[in-house]
C-alpha cells in the first residue's frame, strides 16, 4: 500500500501547483493527477453539477488504487469535501483549510482578503472558516475571469492586469494585508494580482500548505514510500484533446509534463444532499 500513487484532482491545470508542491516535498511519491478539463470550468457551475463530477473523478482515482486522494480544486472542495470523506476510506485532503491556517497566522491587522471562483466565494467555505477568528475581518471578491486566462494560457497580458484591477481595488481599498487565493489556478497569475495589490500585502496560496497536510496525513498513517521507491507520475485528463492539456502545462509550468492520458469518467448514483 505505502507504494501506491496518491490522487489528485482539479478542474482543470490549476491543481499542477499543488502537484508539484508535493512532489517537491515527498519526491519519492507517485502521483496520478487527474484534470476535468471536459467540464472545466468549475466555479460557474451549479453546486449539484460541481458535486457529481467531482465524486466520478475521484471514484476514478480510487480505481486506479492510490493510497490517498487530494482535491485540488477549491470550488470541488467546498461542493464535495464531506461528502468525500464518508464515502471512501482513504484520507482525503483538500485545500481550504490549509489557506486558512496560514492567513490567520501570517496577517497583522487582522483585515483578510479572499479571492475565488463564483462558487468558492458563494458557498462561504473560507468567510465561515476565516470568521471563526473574531479578531478578523473578512473580504471576498469573486474573480471569475482569472481561470479563463490561466486556462487559455494568458498570464500577464494587458487584459489581464485590467481584470485584475477590477477584481481586486476594493480589496486594496479595504486596507486587507493577507490575499487568501482561494483557487489553485491563481499562483499562475501571482506576478499580477502582488502587482497590484502591492508590497505590503501577503499572498497566500495553498499548494506548498497542501502539500504539509499530506505529509502529515503520510507520517501519521504509516503510508509513506520507502526510501527504494521508484515514484511514477501520471497525467490525465477528461476532455476531447490531451494535447491541449500537454500544451497548456508546458506554457506553465515548463516541460515536465511529457505524457497526459484521456480517461472517461461514468454516471455515478449520488447520496442524497444533506440539509
Do not use: W
Amino acid at each position: 500500500m505505502n507504494e501506491a500513487p496518491i490522487g489528485i484532482f482539479d478542474s482543470g491545470v490549476g491543481g499542477l501547483t499543488v502537484a508539484r508542491a508535493i512532489s517537491a516535498q515527498l519526491p519519492r511519491e507517485s502521483l496520478v493527477y487527474i484534470g476535468d478539463t471536459a467540464h472545466s470550468p468549475y466555479g460557474p457551475k451549479p453546486i449539484a453539477d460541481v458535486r457529481r463530477y467531482s465524486l466520478e473523478i475521484l471514484d476514478t482515482l480510487l480505481d486506479q488504487g492510490v493510497k490517498m486522494l487530494v482535491i485540488a480544486c477549491n470550488t470541488a472542495s467546498a461542493a464535495m469535501l464531506r461528502d468525500a470523506r464518508e464515502r471512501y476510506d482513504v484520507p482525503v485532503i483538500e485545500v481550504i483549510g490549509p489557506a486558512v491556517r496560514t492567513a490567520m497566522s501570517t496577517t497583522r491587522n487582522g483585515r483578510v482578503g479572499v479571492i475565488g471562483t463564483t462558487g468558492t466565494i458563494g458557498s462561504r467555505a473560507y468567510q465561515d472558516m476565516l470568521e471563526v477568528n473574531e479578531r478578523l475581518t473578512v473580504f471576498a471578491q469573486a474573480c471569475p475571469r482569472f481561470v479563463e486566462f490561466v486556462e487559455a494560457g494568458v498570464t500577464g497580458s494587458p487584459e489581464v492586469l485590467a481584470v485584475a484591477e477590477e477584481y481586486l481595488s476594493p480589496l486594496r481599498h479595504a486596507g486587507v494585508d493577507t490575499l487568501v487565493l482561494g483557487c489553485t489556478h491563481y499562483p499562475f497569475l501571482e506576478g499580477v494580482i502582488s502587482y497590484v495589490m502591492g508590497p505590503d500585502v501577503s499572498l497566500v496560496s495553498s499548494d506548498n500548505e497542501t502539500a504539509k497536510d499530506v505529509y502529515r496525513q503520510l507520517v501519521s498513517r504509516d503510508l509513506l514510500a520507502g526510501a527504494d521507491a521508484s515514484p511514477q507520475h501520471v497525467y490525465e485528463a477528461t476532455g476531447a484533446s490531451a494535447d491541449e492539456f500537454v500544451n497548456l502545462a508546458h506554457r506553465l509550468m515548463g516541460r515536465e509534463i511529457r505524457n497526459v492520458q484521456l480517461v472517461q469518467t461514468g454516471a455515478i448514483e449520488l447520496p442524497p444532499t444533506r440539509p
